[in-house]
């Protein structure tokens, strides 16, 4: 049989070169190379690799890591054990919960209880309290954990009791956080009196694992047994375990009695822990030294003793090299076995130098370090891999020169450092030690392995040496972190280390970040023992490398570690060398070339998707890949074992995983390539598409990346950051934000693509997306004009964005395809498409929205679901894994305060998806500002983040205190600018609310900076400008996983709320450690399998909510962003608001739970939790605890129980223990279901009233329930449904009424019937569907409905008021269902359905003021209390010379306004018309608005004089007072001016023209003080009086003139600026097209709103009255405010689309705009469709623009032209009759050419005649009335179908 590497390496090259391009071939190829070749190992039939883990007996050589193999041991000789995760040694604890969960049993023939704790500190305090027991038990830790037991480590040495801490050594957080190996933490703790044992490889972790277990009972000293973090701890290599009967063979029983007799125990009591004074403390600690002082020989004894039962001798110091060495290293760790190899290798050139390994670091024995070192050394270098700044010598140097001093020998010694954070540590750099030793004076405290060039200490590393045994075989596989490569891998090295005759080693190199960042495995085997404990280097090179994802190729420099003729796999769609050509880059091509790798390519993702995994998960078939081209195994038995480790990885997860991984390892073969590519490639050169490649997210709309980005990212994203120089970094490890926008990782297969007709702008989509590459962008004109070739958009919707466009974009080269935006999409807007085909076709629409389109931030409420995605995402592009359930809570906050955040954030997932160095998330807007962030330890999170906001408190108190004085100054006289100083006092007005507080800081900080400092400057000026950094106030959040929240740092967030502080708490409850492999925490559910609760976790979930609630002064909420949107964006406004502590505890879906949806699973998964009870939505505010409400709302009251079975089938967690264990699952996860609906019943209670849960018990215990209540339903999606309902509910209760308030999924049909009134108010979702909170109810509904009693509501008055926007099709359609299922029922119908709309500028308020008075008459409500409520502002009038009055100066500008210039007015008809119609034109220049066809010009009209006289009469005023407006109450979505005229407040703000609503009449009822008066606007407002009401209305009364019909009401301004609603803009349609008049010029049509009273008085609208008489722009231009609302309309893309026009009066004016547009798009040389024209009017005067149109139809634009003028015969004609005689122009527009149609005009009956008209052509063309009537549906669907009628 050959034996060795270069028999693999022939195999090997045998195997590559019978490898076809043909994938039959390939397959034959392949068998035929396993099957035949003579180096292919005979299997060791001893061996066993199905063994789930190590063998209590371990009589087989395994492959296993330095954990398994640490574990084997401890659990051997433990009684108990406590563990918690830290990586790396967190496998340790969970390899001793399997064994113990599997029933294995120690060498005392028991099974080990093993326990996690909350933290490191509990499980040290734990293991003290187990040994004072006299159980022996151990513990698993790391850097921080370590460092939390150091207090108990001195306790158990001081207390001489026998213990071992297995440490896998890691970093210390210094400078930033590591959790690669260095010693650090070991030396932390060296002075505890514990001795520390050091560990080299994972065989020394089995061997010395046992000596330290042995030597701490014979000794009665505790050991701390460690080996390097993830080099020793996670690398695996062939490991000969021992037999637990051998190691049962030499514990020393009697000392083991001894520590049991120790015990604390009644039988034999005693005492320990005592207090000692200073005459006894210092004689009791040296009683103990003999202990101490007997270490090193029990430990050598212990060695002795091991080496008899196992043959491998180990001694204190182990010396290696030549026996005259002159140059010696002493070191210890896992270097040592590299240090071995280039000892050989120097040897071998004639150098004498040796090195002595350290095993026994503490104590020290300075007797056996002089005996192994050769008397023949001269210089010594001492290498520590540890950093201490102020200490003149590094722990190990130190006590070698104490050794060697004390001992009286003196050589030349020196230290230095190597290998932090696990920086590598290769043969040529112990070259480089070694050769420093050979300088007369060697460099000291030198560091090796990285550049120094700030303070020199590095030395120079020469070129790689190759030191490695020729035999052995090297592959290396670039992965991505969760596409299974690195698991793999591990499989690959045990089944070759196991069942072949090769030894194994297999290192694993992962990124900082998660799922998705690289991974490099390193794998080698060869016929000897492997000392290469480093990466494998260009030298002598590996034998195959693998590229499992394509954007690596241009990313990594992979060929350069490739040996000439080596093996180069990459996973691509690409087979052919064209191909490959176009994609691979000319560099990689020439690499390939130069080391004529051999080249193969496989679709690994295809292959995968196609047996039904996801595309990511490749692992299986790369992994076949390298079984078959290497030949290590025979083709047959590689199948076999690689099944097996299929079965051992995913057989807790389902069969099906299973069956579909043993598919793709089958299907691997047939589809690999073999690449027969040119010689040419030698000189390739890049072509267009390759040279793409390179930078294949480049765009030509992309910022230049910064230099810090350029430096750090770009290196750490290529993995060449090792190269980076000392000088390249910031001392403290500060770093700026923003580096994430820069990587472009390119990880999806699939990306979502957006389809803008299905697209109802909800932007829930963007909500959830975890990495924010799912945008909504609103563009203006100009912006759409220069945006790519073939951007997609839409007219954006909604008032308040009128005049843009909006588009949903998609970033694709930063989608991870995790496709949760395609399951929350409400619309079927998204759908999943090739990245491939996003990266060429939408990178630059990306790239463009994301870059070059303006922020509009401020035209929506910020703190809507709507609203704040539209704020830019301060956090974006993380590290998070695919379908991550915690960035989106993260991201929404940046939307909501970003600017101001503050975080404070724990170690977990968080921190290193949102903290890893040189790859921020985090960014800054466009003013600078973004989120500062840090992290402390994962136990201190929350103190860290209180100390924080208390120093930002301090500062801030300062700054205002620092302001104040400033402004003393200034009114003794001294000087600062005007503008400084009104920018100050108003800061001071506002300095507790942080939004104010945010307008005025841009202005402020310039004004500071402007103001110059002279030695005449106010002495405070400069401390301002210091402290100018806190005119906002930090919002401060603590942000963390339940790791922290429920455990570790339990505590310190029970103090911090406690505090009364006003800090935020951000709960990520992912229910365990994700971050460390999804352990279990306090959060994890009963009955879930998890590490470490490898049987199922036995305990409930903590109430993390209940218990914070217990404080009663913090507030407190439960949400799930998926389930509730609304919910989740009201608690952290009102977190954020409440002036105290608060906390959010959010449902965070972790893909480690294992969803068989996968990847996308989040949306089902937190509206299932929500349904099924699982999890609770609640929000507790102390701010609301008034009378019988308890501040306590319950936001999911009603559950589905049967939901709790589909939730727990959906996740592996639960599921994997109903298989392993069915009856025990079925009984835990029995008891989880009943634990969580107690829970909920006990919520639901909470959230009731007295009166509502009296009733509610009643129910329960049987009884009947009697009394008359208001039950007010709502479903909603973005709140506002809620917020219509919760203010029926006050009103009802205002009045006296019993009411309550639930989501309509709350509501249990069966209990309608028991409801005598029920209110639903119900907005519409989509193109009609139930908004969320309604969905549950209305499925249920629907089934109901199908065989219910037609009187099942017999008895049930009920009332619908609809939510809707009248622009969509099924205006209100969600609410008419309602309507017309409780009617169906035979509910009693109040009144008639209630239609709000979006549509109009007041939106549904309009229709509600309407509705509600009638609602209230028709139930017989009681009036409302007969007391007016105080004012919401407190008004005041300022003396002249208060320094505020002369803000009143300040022109009053309307929010959402822009200044423009009306130029031209000109009448449209003859003088003396009866009708006036004029013509306007407005220049737009300079306002930053633009138009689209379709649009409405919004303009702000002034009340008239007389109206303003009117009011100020009846006010007492003369109109010059100025007015001080302060909020005490208000709800106002736009703030007022703070300072204002009464004249301008009357004249411009307050609609006094309007019409009065019955609100406006109870007030004066209210204010009157004359009897007669009162007496009739009581009956005004009375049901009897409503025929005098309405007679009021139709005289139009206005505010004014009812104040003035009414003088005794004794009215003041305040109860004015409540009862009378703001002027509104008013909207007229716009008629001319931009592109012909330019985009600055905008025409409008506008008839004189002019009627008569029924007293016969002439009235005047506000609006055409102020355009009639207060403009006349012929004197020259005049200014007026004004803004663009969206229009309603879709217009065609293309103008080849025919448009049939249906215009009346002065609906003219959009198809004016319509017709200029196709022509100037005629005269530019496009093909344009047919348009017609119907116009009606009663006269051809009232035809405006006649001569224009038939120019247009002259010219060919206008095609047809139809007027139907109604007075101009003797029988009256209208449009519709014009239409039914033009049926077949209408059939052959809208049907045969599949034309648009508009119509535009008043409402009433002209829309569903149009609509009739349309339908009969269609019938007359010849189809039925059913398929014309769907036709016409289906355009109104589409956007082909638009009315705009008032």
């Known amino acids: ?328 290293v002493v070191l210890m760790g896992s270097a040592a076995k590299t240090a071995e190899e280039t000892v050989d290798y120097l040897r071998a050139q004639g150098e004498k130098v040796g090195i002595l390994k350290v095993h026994l670091f503490r104590p020290f024995s300075t007797e056996h370090f002089l005996a192994e070192l050769p008397e023949s050394v ?90 490695q045994d020729p035999e052995v075989t090297q592959a290396i596989f670039f992965g991505l972190g969760s596409d299974g490569t690195v698991g793999a891998n591990k499989a690959a090295a045990a089944i070759i280390g196991e069942r ?282 100009k912006e759409m004009e220069a945006a790519p070739e073939g951007y997609m958009a839409r007219k954006a919707k909604g008032g308040d964005v009128g005049g843009l466009n909006y588009t949903i974009q998609l970033a694709p080269f930063d989608c991870t395809g995790c496709a949760v935006c395609v399951e929350m999409c409400p619309d079927d807007a998204l759908i999943m498409e090739p990245a491939s085909k996003s990266q060429q076709a939408f990178n630059d629409h990306w790239e463009y929205s994301l870059n070059k389109v303006a922020v509009k931030d401020n035209l929506l409420e910020r703190n809507t679901v709507k609203g704040s995605q539209f704020q830019e995402p301060l956090i974006e592009f993380s590290g998070a894994c695919s379908g991550c359930g915690e960035t989106p809570y993260v991201k929404l906050l940046t939307q909501m305060f970003g600017e101001r955040m503050v975080i404070a954030n724990s170690s977990g997932c968080s921190s290193v998806w949102g903290g890893s160095y040189g790859l921020s998330p985090f960014k800054k807007n466009r003013h600078g500002q973004g989120p500062a962030w840090a992290r402390s330890l994962f136990e201190d999170t929350a103190e860290y983040g209180l100390g924080m906001a208390l120093g930002s408190q301090q500062r801030r108190e300062r700054l205002v205190e620092d302001v104040r004085e400033l402004m003393e100054e200034v009114g003794s006289g001294a000087k600062i600018s005007t503008p400084l100083q009104n920018l100050l006092e108003r800061w001071l007005d506002v300095v507790d609310d942080a939004t104010k507080c945010g307008a005025l800081h841009g202005p402020l900080k310039a004004a500071l900076e402007a103001e110059p400092e002279t030695s005449d400057s106010p002495a405070q000026l400069q401390a301002v400008k210091r402290g100018s950094d806190m005119l906002v106030a930090p919002s401060h959040w603590i942000i963390g ?105 959010a449902y965070a879906t972790c893909v480690d739970w294992g969803h068989r949806a996968g990847d996308k699973a989040m949306v089902q998964q937190q509206v299932q939790a929500v349904e099924s009870g699982y999890w609770p939505l609640y929000r507790y505010n102390p701010d609301k605890v008034k009378g019988e409400f308890n501040g306590f709302e319950l936001d999911n009251k009603r559950i589905s129980p049967d939901a709790m079975e589909e939730f727990v089938r959906n996740e592996n967690r639960f599921t994997s223990l109903q298989r392993s264990a069915p009856e025990y699952a079925s009984m835990l996860q029995g008891a989880m279901k009943n634990e969580f609906h107690a829970r909920h019943e006990t919520r639901k209670r909470k959230a009731m009233g007295d009166e509502d849960l009296l009733e509610y018990l009643k129910k329960q215990m049987g009884e009947q329930v009697t009394g008359e209540r208001v039950t007010v339903l709502y479903g909603t999606d973005t709140g506002n449904a809620e917020m219509v309902a919760k203010n029926f509910q006050f009103e009802f209760k205002r009045r006296g009424m019993k009411a309550k308030c639930l989501s309509l999924n709350d509501v249990a049909i069966s209990d309608l019937p028991e409801e005598s009134k029920v209110l639903a108010i119900v907005a519409t979702a989509g193109q009609g569907e139930m908004p969320k909170s309604a969905v549950k109810f209305w499925q249920d509904m629907e089934t109901f409905l199908e065989t219910a009693p037609e009187d099942y509501l017999k008895d049930t008055q009920f009332a619908v008021f609809g939510l809707g926007d009248s622009s969509y099709v099924f205006f209100n359609e969600a609410a008419r269902k309602i309507d017309e299922a409780f009617e169906k029922l035979g509910g009693q119908r109040v009144q008639q359905m209630g239609q709000g709309d979006d549509q109009h500028p007041a939106r549904f308020d309009t229709e509600l003021e309407e509705w509600s008075p009638d609602f209230y008459d028709n139930i017989e409500a009681p009036e409302p209390p007969q007391e007016l409520s105080p004012p919401s502002h407190l008004v005041e009038i300022l003396p002249a010379d208060d320094s505020k009055a002369k803000l009143a100066a300040e022109p009053y500008v309307p929010h959402g306004s822009k200044p423009v210039q009306m130029n031209i007015k000109r009448s449209t008809v003859p003088d003396g018309y009866e009708r006036a119609i004029d013509h306007f034109e407005f220049d737009l220049k300079g306002s ?124 003041n301004i305040g109860h004015l600026l409540d009862y009378v609603p703001d002027i509104k803009p008013r909207l007229y349609s716009i008629a001319s097209s931009s592109r012909m008049r330019g985009d600055d010029e905008c025409h409008l049509c506008i008839i004189r709103n002019d009627w008569t009273a029924t007293s016969g008085r002439q009235l005047t609208g506000l609006s055409t009255r102020w355009l009639c008489e207060d403009m006349h722009p012929e004197a020259g231009s005049i200014g007026v405010h004004a803004c663009v609302h969206p229009s309603a309309v879709s217009l065609p893309e293309k103008h080849t689309t025919p448009m049939l026009m249906v215009a009346l009066g002065t609906g003219i004016a959009p198809m004016r705009a319509f017709i200029e547009e196709r022509a100037s798009a005629k005269r530019d040389g496009e093909e344009c469709g047919p348009m017609a024209l119907f116009f009606g009017a009663r006269n051809r005067q009232e035809y405006s623009y006649e001569a224009e149109f038939d120019a247009y139809q002259k010219e060919g634009v206008l095609t047809d032209i139809h007027l139907a003028l109604s007075r101009e015969q003797k029988e009256k004609i209208y449009v519709t009759h014009r239409l039914q005689q033009q049926k077949q122009l209408v059939y052959d527009l809208i049907h045969q050419k599949e034309g648009n149609l508009y119509l535009c005009g008043p409402g009433g009956n002209v829309p569903p005649q149009v609509r009739q008209a349309v339908i009969d052509a269609i019938v007359d063309g010849g189809h039925s009335a059913d398929y014309a009537e769907k036709y016409v549906q289906d355009m109104q669907i589409t956007g082909r179908y638009n009315v705009e009628a008032w």
């Not at 495995?521 to 034998?543: C, M, N, T, V």
């Not at 390539?673 to 997210?697: F, G």
Request: proline fraction near 5%; glycine fraction near 8%.
């Open 1041 to 1145: 996983g339940d790791g922290w929240a429920y455990d570790i740092g339990f505590g310190g967030l029970d103090h911090v709320l406690a505090t009364g502080q006003d800090v935020n708490i951000l709960v990520l409850d992912t229910e365990g450690y994700s971050n460390t492999g999804a352990q279990i925490s306090k959060a994890t559910p009963k009955g879930a399998t998890m590490k470490m609760a490898a049987g199922g976790n036995k305990a409930k979930k903590k109430d993390l909510g209940a218990i914070a609630m217990m404080h009663e002064n913090a507030y407190v909420a439960s949400v799930s962003l998926s389930a509730d949107v609304n919910q989740t964006v009201k608690a952290f406004k009102e977190a954020e608001a409440y002036k105290g502590p608060s906390i959010i505890i």
């Open 378 to 467: 001269k210089a010594i270098a001492v290498l520590d891999r540890t950093k201490e700044d102020l200490a003149p010598s590094l722990p190990l140097h130190a006590d070698v020169l104490t050794a060697m001093s004390e001992a009286g020998v003196y050589k030349k010694v020196v230290g230095g450092n190597y290998g932090l954070g696990s920086k590598e540590f290769a043969p040529r750099h112990v070259k480089a030690v070694f050769d420093n030793l050979s300088n007369e004076v060697p460099k000291r405290h030198f560091t090796v392995g990285i550049n120094d060039d700030v303070t020199n200490t590095s030395l120079q590393v020469g070129p790689i040496i190759n030191t």
């Open 1488 to 1611: 930053g608005l633009s138009y689209e066809q379709g649009d409405s010009l919004g303009l702000w009209p002034s009340n008239a004089k007389s109206q303003v006289d009117l009011c100020l009469m009846a006010l007492n005023m003369k109109g010059d007072e100025i007015l001080s407006l302060r909020p005490v109450d208000s709800n106002r979505s736009v703030p007022l001016p703070e300072v204002i005229t009464a004249r301008t407040l009357l004249t411009q703000v307050l609609d006094i023209a309007g019409w009065p609503k019955r609100r406006f009449y109870e007030m004066l009822k209210l204010s009157a003080t004359d009897e007669k008066e009162k007496e009739e606007l009581q009956r005004l407002c009375s049901k009897e009086g409503k025929q005098d009401y309405q007679a009021y209305a139709a005289e139009s009364y206005t505010y004014a003139e009812l104040l003035q019909k009414f003088p005794s009401c004794q009215v």
């Open 500 to 781: 072949t005759e090769f030894y194994s080693q297999g290192h694993f190199n992962y990124s900082s970040q998660k799922a998705g960042a690289s991974t490099v495995s390193h794998l080698r085997f060869g016929p000897k023992p492997i000392r290469s404990e480093y990466e494998i280097e260009g030298s002598p090179g590996a034998d195959y490398v693998a590229c499992h994802h394509t954007s690596f190729l241009a990313k990594f420099d992979m060929l350069s570690k490739v040996r000439e003729g080596g093996a180069f796999v990459v996973n691509c769609p690409w087979s052919t060398v064209e191909e490959l050509e176009q994609e691979f880059p000319a560099k990689l091509r020439q690499a390939i070339a130069e080391k004529k790798a051999e080249l193969y390519t496989i679709d690994a993702h295809a292959v995968a998707s196609s047996v039904g995994l996801p595309a990511k998960r490749i692992n299986q078939v790369m992994q076949a890949t390298f079984f078959n081209l290497s030949g290590i195994l025979p083709p047959e038995d590689a199948k076999e074992q690689l099944e097996g480790a299929i079965d051992r990885m995913y057989g807790k997860k389902s069969p099906e995983i299973v069956r579909q991984n043993k598919a793709a390892l089958a299907a691997a073969p047939e589809n690999l390539n073999r690449i027969q590519y040119p010689e040419s490639w030698i000189n390739a050169e890049d072509n267009e598409s390759s040279l793409k490649k390179m930078n294949p997210a480049g765009s030509q709309y992309s910022p230049d990346v910064d230099e810090f980005s350029s430096t750090f990212l770009r290196s750490i994203d290529s993995r060449t950051a090792d190269n980076l120089s000392v000088s390249a970094f910031s001392p403290g490890g500060e770093q700026p934000i923003g580096q994430s926008q820069y990587q472009k990782r390119a990880l999806a297969e699939e990306v979502p693509v957006w389809i803008p007709d299905n697209c109802t702008q909800c932007n829930l989509c963007s909500v959830v997306c975890p990495h924010a590459v799912v945008r909504p962008f609103l563009l203006d004109k």
């Open 1 to 328: 049989m050959v034996k060795g590497g270069n028999a693999a390496k022939q195999a090997l090259k045998y195997a590559s070169t019978q490898v076809s391009q043909t994938s039959d071939s390939a397959a034959r190829a392949m068998t035929q190379a396993g099957a035949t070749l003579s180096f292919a190992k005979k299997i060791k039939s001893s061996r066993s690799i199905d063994m789930p883990m190590l063998s209590h007996e371990g009589k087989s050589e395994r492959a296993i890591d330095g954990n398994t193999a640490a574990a084997h041991v401890a659990y051997a000789m433990s009684d108990v054990s406590f563990i918690y995760p830290i990586s790396p040694s967190t496998s340790m604890g969970e390899t001793m919960d399997k064994f113990a969960t599997a029933g294995r049993k120690n060498v005392f023939g028991q099974q080990v209880k093993v326990r996690q704790m909350q933290s490191e500190l509990g499980s040290a305090g734990a293991l003290h309290g187990a040994l004072s027991g006299g159980a022996l038990c151990t513990t698993f830790t790391a850097s921080q954990g370590l460092l939390l037991m150091i207090p108990n480590m001195y306790l158990c040495a001081g207390e001489l009791l026998p213990a071992v801490f297995h440490v896998s050594a890691r970093a210390l957080a210094r400078q930033s956080l590591s959790i690669f190996c260095d010693h650090s933490d070991v030396m932390a703790v060296r002075s505890t009196g514990c001795a520390l044992l050091s560990a080299h490889n994972p065989q020394e972790v089995m061997d010395l694992g046992l000596v330290a277990h042995l030597a701490s009972l014979r000794a009665s000293v505790p050991f701390v047994h460690f080996f390097d973090g993830t080099r020793t701890s996670g690398v695996i290599e062939c490991v000969k375990p021992i037999p637990y009967s051998t190691m049962k063979s030499i514990v020393p029983w009697d000392e083991l009695d001894t520590f049991r007799q120790r015990g604390l125990n009644p039988q034999h009591p005693m005492m320990r822990g005592l207090g000692q004074d200073p005459q006894t403390y210092y004689q009791s600690a040296v009683s103990a030294n003999r202990f101490y002082d007997a270490v090193p020989g029990i430990v050598q004894d212990v060695m002795d003793q091991v080496a008899v039962i196992t043959g491998r001798q180990y001694k204190l110091f182990e010396y290696y090299g030549d026996p005259e060495a002159e140059r010696a």
